[in-house]
């Protein structure tokens, strides 16, 4: 498995990631148990970068992923990097996100996760009046002096707001929507990253699955999960659930993109691999649902380069079917 910088965080992290939403107890309900075998069937595979936050599961997925940190600390060796995040337990305004707020949030998170000093702390897509505080960005630092967490960075939805967090000084990471139907990221985000030396987590890389090609005109989505209910913002940002791209649209062009793959690939890891071989990527946390799944994911983390003719259909496919709907609104 390829490691990569994360170069203000002083650390490196593995190419494929694993994001642990899932964990939550809401719509995958996923059991312990099988939480568990996906974290140890990843980190098998090379896999050394999980993702986090308070909110999923109201802080069941920290505790699932702290058990499974007590192993390493037992054993003495390595254990993987843990990225979290805050923000999401309070009120959606400026006002919320103050120093004492991020004490007791991320002092919670600590206990969840069993760390004295929580790796990386982000942001989880805050409105756009945080990205402008100099409080906000202070009391981070204040975290940071205070031993709380080591590093901190920002969870974004706009790549207006990535551009923002990348241009503080002590921003390690911005997290953002990449993918084969997301690609706004690689005009600016991508570019600015590199050049300031800011780690970039690319999150919902299957857009919601739909890059599994996996899903059919008439395929039927649980009630409490997303997939049904967010499909026009909503509960959240419209943007988090199928990318943003709507769902007949989106289940044809993922038809056209699976007809793409190359042989001795799945769709998703073909989708994993684009979004690795972007320049400017640091790791990518696809979720996983079983071990089979947590395998195929860090299997993208060693694949070749895609060769240049299928990056350029890609590319075609987007401009053709995608591109409309999403670019200009991210």
Known sequence: ?????????????????????????????????????VLEAAAECGVDFVDTADVYGDGRSERIVGEFLKDFRASGNERPTVATKLGRR?????????????RAWTDRSRENLGMDTLDLVQ????????????????????????????????????CDQALSAIARP??????????????KPLER?????????????????????????????DTVFAADDHRAYNR????FDVGETFSGVDYATGVAAAAEFAGLVPEGLTPAQLALRWVTQQDGVTTVIPGASSVEQ???????????P?????????????????????????
């Open 232 to 235: 026009h913002g909503e509960q």
């Open 123 to 158: 942001l989880h897509t805050p409105p756009d009046a945080v990205f402008a505080s100099d409080a906000v960005f202070d009391a981070l630092d204040v975290l940071v002096d205070e031993g709380r967490i080591a590093s901190y960075g920002v969870s974004v939805e706009t």
């Open 294 to 304: 947590a395998r195929a994911n860090a299997a993208a983390g060693s694949l070749a």
């Open 189 to 217: 985000v991508l570019p600015a990253a590199r050049e300031a030396g800011v780690g970039i987590v690319a999150r919902v890389p299957l857009a919601s699955g739909l890059l599994s090609a996996k899903f059919r005109a």
């Open 170 to 183: 002590n921003v390690a990471s911005v997290q953002i929507i990449l993918n084969v139907f997301r690609r």
């Open 1 to 37: 498995m390829e490691k990569r910088p994360l170069h203000r965080a002083g650390r490196k992290v593995s190419v494929v990631g694993l994001g642990t939403w899932q964990f939550g107890d809401g719509w995958s309900h996923i059991g312990e148990g099988d939480a568990r075998a």
């Open 90 to 102: 309070g009120p959606q305004e400026l006002a919320a996100f103050t120093l004492d707020n991020f």
């Open 306 to 330: 895609l060769p240049e003719r299928l990056l350029e259909q890609l590319r075609e496919l987007y401009d053709r079917r995608v591109r409309a709907q999403v670019h200009h609104r991210w």
